[in-house]
């Protein structure tokens, strides 16, 4: 014997007949602040920016020598 059963309803509907707890608010309150945290970092992730962190370093003297000194032992 086979018995299906087709239950339409919503995520909502579902966790509140299955007595689950409703973390939607908590959920949307977390967004907001790493949404806020994102906007406010967005200007150290700029193209321009990047590119002066990452070259930054090799082009300094020291880092020439260094990598001149690492590369003859």
Request: charged letters at 30%.
């Amino acid at each position: 014997m086979k018995i299906n059963v087709d239950i339409d309803c919503t995520p909502a509907e579902a966790r509140a007949f299955m007595g689950l707890p409703d973390f939607e608010p908590m959920q949307k309150r977390t967004l907001e602040v790493m949404e806020k945290r994102m906007m406010e970092q967005l200007e150290h992730f700029t193209p321009d920016t990047l590119l002066k962190m990452w070259m930054q370093p090799a082009l300094s003297a020291e880092w020439f020598q260094d990598m001149l000194r690492r590369a003859t032992k």
